[in-house]
């Protein structure tokens, strides 16, 4: 049986379909004093697969709940877009790896059970489940996608050096060029940013990223670009958490098209990482 928490019930529909397995009704609300209500109204199967990505603390809530209600069965757990992934860290005294805590919130619930990642921001934090865990990587699918436009002499690009093992990942898929971003200081004042080898005048450009949140790096990357002969530059990601304003930012920087996963339901959510989680539940 399928269950699709409220952050991810199209995801979780097009991965019981592809499975061909019972997709729960589940019924959540929120009270007035603003707590969570979760209600499974399918009768459970002695196997789940939960799908719930966490962008929010109220979905955090949700999948507890949802666990909660399931901690008797066999559970196989997806979390496609995973909140918190970036506090992997204790940077100063005082402050908590929320990554840790989450991990540890979930632990009791999936003793008999495993966990299905979607290109987590920081894989480390995987140290922290007590059970079978899995970081799928969604790479590949953005790349078919991006090989069904016809781009012309096309480059990936990194947006640093840190982000190159999905560029190398999707330039591969692609069979053509990659780079990443390199900062170069000119001056006390004045910082230039370029790819570090490859030109890119007159060719289209992907930049490819794990998320896109508030937009302001990426969009500042897309001009210089532009600036630096670039015939089109478009922008891939699997998670589109597109706070605030980024998809204004994106378009007024000169991008040509976004495309994203579902791992978040957005407008840019193009691509399906319903095959890739059908296919880790299957093995």
Do not use: W
Request: hydrophobic share 45%.
């Amino acid at each position: 049986m399928i269950i699709g928490g409220p952050a991810s019930q199209l995801l979780a529909g097009r991965v019981a379909a592809i499975l061909n397995e019972t997709l729960a009704l589940c019924d959540y609300k929120t009270f007035p004093d603003g707590e969570s209500y979760t209600q499974i109204v399918t009768p459970l199967d002695d196997e789940i697969v939960i799908i719930q990505s966490t962008p929010t603390d109220q979905d955090l809530v949700y999948l507890l709940q949802l666990l909660d209600v399931c901690r008797d069965r066999r559970v196989s757990l997806v979390i496609p877009y995973f909140g918190y992934a970036r506090q992997d860290k204790i940077f100063k005294p005082g402050e908590p790896m929320t990554a840790r805590a989450l991990a540890t919130a979930l632990n009791p619930f999936l003793q008999n059970g495993r966990v299905h990642l979607v290109n987590i921001h920081a894989p480390s934090i995987m140290a922290h489940f007590q059970c079978p865990i899995e970081n799928l990587d969604a790479t590949s699918l953005l790349a078919e996608r991006i090989a069904s436009l016809g781009l012309k002499d096309t480059v990936v690009i990194s947006p640093d050096k840190g982000a190159m093992a999905m560029a190398k990942t999707a330039a591969a898929c692609l069979g053509c060029d990659c780079d990443y971003l390199q900062k170069t200081r000119l001056s006390g004042t004045e910082v230039s940013t370029a790819p570090k080898e490859v030109a890119v005048k007159g060719r289209d450009v992907v930049i490819f990223d794990d998320m896109i949140a508030t937009g302001g790096t990426m969009a500042t990357a897309i001009a210089l670009l532009r600036q630096q002969g670039a015939s089109r530059v478009y922008l891939a990601a699997v998670h589109p958490v597109l706070t605030g304003s980024a998809i204004l930012k994106l378009y007024r920087s000169g991008v040509e098209a976004v495309l994203a996963t579902d791992t978040l339901d957005k407008g840019v959510s193009t691509v399906s990482v319903a095959p890739l989680i059908a296919k880790a539940l299957r093995a």
